[in-house]
């Protein structure tokens, strides 16, 4: 059997994520109802990197159904979104139009954006659960970095690889896979990764493809980009429940007990 190509299963997601969008705006992750009333869907540890973005012009790549890139407008940024999903898109703009913010969207493969987006930005940003559906890091650092203004940031967010190498066994953690090894993901999914709610919406099986990357080539490839990085963090908490075993915090956050092990991890690099 012919194994197939990175663009064919970028293709794949394209689907899955159409999928999964609809279901999302009844899910309690995204809480697309309390965000319309005001909430700032941003998790912790993107609002502490991020910062003051007021009066900044600023790129999510990878924004889904865009409630962190309309949170973001909210708070001054004049922001712009981008997404392979043609429903999550339309979701977005549904969503701007709805509550008059001050935001534009584009859908496209991240690897062919530069196709249809011209400009730079003050600020780029991606958050949690992005970089795993890219099969060329090095790439994605190069068409990111070209989007930043000289003087501008990208900022990352992203789910710490360490997390992906455990299983919750009895409630103990348990190493299951290599980080150096099986870099490619395949899952056949019924349902979405954003909560039991979202698992209750009928969502037709699809195939989700993914690679992992390590925080050394993550790094290295914006590095590489021409970017200086300027600041990196781990944290020991993450976005949501991953394993069985995590418990919620009391800030919107999940940890395990005790804090053995970075959940998050992010960085800030700097066109100079």
């Known amino acids: ?156 967010v992203e789910i710490h690889p360490m997390l992906t190498l455990f299983s919750d066994v009895d409630g103990e953690l348990r190493l299951a896979r290599s980080l150096f090894k099986s870099r490619d993901v395949h899952h056949e999914m019924s349902s979405s990764y954003a909560d039991k709610i979202a698992d209750e919406v009928e969502v037709e099986t699809h195939s989700i493809y993914g690679w992992r990357w390590s925080v050394e080539q993550v790094l290295n490839a914006l590095v590489k980009a021409g970017l200086t990085i300027e600041r990196v963090r781990e944290a020991p908490y993450d976005a949501r429940q991953r394993l069985p075993l995590m418990v919620p915090d009391g800030e919107h956050n999940w940890r395990i007990p005790g804090d053995p092990i970075p959940l998050s991890f992010s960085c800030t690099a700097r066109r100079r």
């Open 1 to 156: 059997m012919t194994s197939m190509s990175d663009l064919e299963k970028i293709s794949a997601n394209r689907e899955g994520f159409n999928l999964r969008a609809r279901a999302h705006m009844q899910s309690s992750y995204y809480s697309v109802e309390r965000f319309k009333q005001g909430h700032n869907m941003l998790r912790k540890l993107e609002q502490e990197e991020l910062g003051d973005v007021s009066g900044k012009t600023l790129l999510e790549l990878q924004c889904h159904i865009g409630v962190n890139s309309l949170s973001l407008a909210r708070l001054g940024a004049k922001v712009t979104g981008t997404d392979i999903s043609d429903e999550a898109i339309d979701i977005a703009r549904e969503l701007a139009s709805d509550l008059d913010l001050d935001a534009s969207f584009v859908q496209a493969n991240l690897y062919d954006l530069p196709d249809v987006l011209d400009g730079q930005f003050d600020m780029v940003f991606t958050g949690y659960g992005t970089l795993s559906f890219l099969p060329d890091i090095d790439r994605w650092a190069e068409i990111a970095a070209q989007y930043v203004k000289p003087g501008g940031t990208l900022t990352v």
